[in-house]
């Protein structure tokens, strides 16, 4: 989902190519396996299997990552872009293939508990410790664009995170947001079944609208 008072997409050449190259997706998605892998080997056990969770499956980090190439397209050239939250800084990696031309930065909570440095290191990223909940430490109107991948759900308080997201954007700039749990989502109503972890905030996308309209995205 991408929020922004623009119509249109900028795309350039080199957007449209990565867009289109979907034969190399999974060639990618291999090399990120073995990355993981490599990342996970420096972690402890809870750190490790949360990583290998999302660095195992070569067909579901594809269709990630074409996902990144497919909003790829609405970024401008030469954007800073933040990678919010980041964890294991997928978005970040893909991006840095993508498109070379961004500024990317990162941020991430728990430091002390998710210190994915060979992932970040590969990603070109100096992830930047978050300390307060939803505060960023960036200047106002600093930022062209932040990435929020599946992290939206899990933070504190929605609308404060939402309004200091709208502080460090640019006149224009654009807030994509991914991996959001949905209210009838089979894979949630599932989880909550058989009482296996799963997201207690459900969104739908009139109430996500209207959560990003109170806080003054168009």
Not at 35 to 56: C, D, K, M, P, W
Not at 189 to 217: A, E
Request: proline share 6%; net charge neutral.
């Amino acid at each position: 989902m991408t929020t922004d008072n623009q119509a249109s997409p900028n795309p350039t050449a080199s957007d449209r190519q990565a867009a289109t190259s979907s034969e190399s997706f999974l060639a990618f998605a291999d090399e990120l396996v073995v990355l993981g892998r490599s990342q996970a080997a420096a972690l402890e056990e809870r750190e490790r299997n949360y990583l290998l969770s999302h660095f195992t499956d070569r067909r579901i980090l594809a269709g990630e990552l074409e996902l990144v190439a497919e909003y790829a397209r609405w970024i401008p050239r030469g954007a800073t872009v933040l990678d919010w939250a980041c964890g294991p800084a997928l978005p970040s990696l893909a991006l840095r293939r993508f498109r070379p031309d961004l500024d990317l930065k990162a941020a991430n909570f728990d430091m002390g508990r998710q210190m994915f440095s060979v992932l970040w290191d590969k990603a070109g990223v100096d992830a930047v410790p978050l300390e307060h909940p939803w505060l960023l430490p960036y200047p106002d109107n600093s930022l062209d664009v932040v990435i929020s991948k599946g992290v939206l759900e899990h933070v504190p308080h929605e609308q404060l995170s939402l309004a200091e997201i709208f502080r460090v954007l640019r006149h224009g700039g654009k807030l994509i947001v991914t991996g959001l749990p949905a209210t009838y989502s089979l894979v949630e109503f599932f989880n909550r079944l058989v009482k296996r972890p799963h997201h207690p905030r459900l969104y739908t996308l009139g109430g996500t609208k209207r959560l990003l309209l109170s806080c003054g995205f168009q």
